[in-house]
């Protein structure tokens, strides 16, 4: 592995012989979910952000410079991982139906959408990772608003009116300390009520109609917020918005689910689990696990986070999609059980299924649309060897140009060199012994130029 230290993963990935085709079924099929879910927020709002309007309407109000602050970015990227985890053990119900279900307003003349974090036949579960968990019925209500709402609004939007489900709060300290609430609905035509008015008043807010201190502050309010530090934004004293379906739903402390759920999960640390991009960025994953810095979180682009969550809506939508049953016997077939996958890293092709990856990039050259960039079929070849395919598919959504979509077919020529080096990888992360950093392969150029705050003590 020394040999080739100076060959990133991604470019030592690479090597496998790729030979890329463009796909025009599967393009085909996006574009036509493309032209049945338009893109516009007009048409459609994401439940979750409705669960916080005020912050909806600085979204639509100024796209182009709202950003979520740095902490909010830290705990996205924490509570993905927490959901994964999560899935994970609902699947092992044995009444568990799915993860990641979709649900659509638009069958009820509602322009809402949203997507439920798993279900079984008889209750849906919303996951929340949280620093301190709630202790009291009461102290959720004061704290978390936003997510009982979320759920109520999921309640009334599932065709089945499943009676209870439940609301599950998740520490964040990789111990996966639990506290459940059976979360009993009382009326469904209440809660419904509650989620129509929120947007007729988000559009009177939208149109000038109401001000914006109907909603009285965001939820998650920061004063580090970028648009309290330009003043434009004038409510940061204002009150907090209370819980709107209160009144329709009861929420019971669940011991028994608590339990229940501990002993499905294989419990292990946030440490224990890594991403593909772990992987990517070893040198980076192994300091930041063995330092007492503080970490610098990245720093993402809101608007390419709204492309890429509106070209998985896209996705999901269509009928390429797999189900969560499949989904389950691929994760079990997972070669390195530690590495942890998503439900849309996978594509369904006729009967068949093959690793996929799902990217919105913001590329504004032509050219780019001929071909997915060295680093996505990198990753895609990673995907691929611990899945034990040699192809893949890379699907790309351009929003600025011209909200064009393109499908690629990736084989590769792998050999039992790719899974040893990823085997490696993975080892050394797992013993957390910075001596070995230079066995492990260089970062990628962009970790570089992003000014890393390893630059200085890792060792090139």
């Known amino acids: 592995m020394e040999a080739k230290n100076n060959l990133d993963i991604i470019a030592y990935m690479n090597s496998f012989s790729p030979r890329t085709t463009p796909n025009a079924t599967i393009r085909g099929m996006l574009i036509n979910s493309q032209k049945n879910n338009p893109k516009s927020q007009g048409k459609n709002y994401s439940l979750s952000d409705l669960c916080n309007p005020l912050r909806l309407y600085f979204q639509i109000k100024y796209p182009k410079k709202f950003q979520p602050t740095l902490e909010t970015q830290k705990l996205f990227a924490l509570g993905n991982m927490v959901h994964g985890i999560m899935g994970k053990a609902i699947e092992k119900m044995p009444d568990f139906v799915d993860t990641e279900s979709n649900l659509d307003g638009n069958f009820l003349g509602i322009p809402v959408r949203g997507r439920i974090d798993a279900e079984t036949k008889d209750s849906i579960f919303e996951f929340k990772s949280k620093g301190e968990l709630p202790k009291t019925i009461e102290e959720v209500f004061e704290k978390y608003p936003q997510d009982v709402e979320q759920l109520g609004f999921y309640s009334f939007l599932d065709p089945l009116h499943r009676k209870e489900n439940y609301l599950i709060f998740v520490s964040q300290d990789g111990k996966f300390q639990l506290k459940a609430f059976k979360f009993v609905i009382k009326s469904v035509k209440g809660i419904g009520n509650e989620l129509i008015n929120r947007i007729e008043l988000l559009k009177k807010v939208l149109s000038g109609e109401e001000p914006p201190s109907v909603f009285l502050k965001c939820r998650h309010c920061n004063k580090d ?149 060295p680093y996505k079929i990198g990753e895609l070849a990673i995907l691929s060897s611990l899945t034990g395919f040699n192809k893949g598919y890379i699907l790309i959504y351009y929003p600025n140009l011209s909200d064009e979509i393109r499908a690629f077919e990736i084989t590769f020529e792998f050999n039992k060199d790719a899974m040893r080096k990823i085997r490696e990888i993975v080892e050394i992360l797992r013993s957390k012994d910075i001596s070995k950093i230079n066995l492990l392969p260089e970062c990628p150029d962009f970790i570089h130029k992003k000014n890393c705050q390893f630059k200085d003590t890792c060792k090139i």
């Open 225 to 373: 917020c970028i648009l309290n530090e330009e003043d434009l934004c004038e409510y940061i004293n204002n009150n907090s918005l209370g819980c709107c379906i209160k009144q329709f739903v009861e929420l019971i402390p669940s011991e028994e689910m608590e339990g229940r759920l501990s002993e499905l999960l294989e419990i292990k640390g946030f440490e224990d689990i890594f991403s593909i991009y772990n992987i990517i960025t070893s040198r980076k994953t192994l300091n930041e696990s063995t330092t007492d810095l503080e970490l610098e979180p990245f720093e993402g682009d809101e608007l390419k986070r709204r492309s890429q969550v509106y070209f998985e809506e896209l996705f999901y939508k269509s009928d390429l999609n797999i189900s969560g049953k499949s989904y389950k016997e691929i994760k079990e077939n997972n070669k390195i059980q530690d590495i942890y996958l998503k439900k849309n890293n996978f594509i369904k092709i006729g009967d068949e299924i093959y690793p996929c990856l799902i990217q919105a990039s913001m590329a504004v050259s032509s050219s780019s649309l001929k071909n997915p960039h």
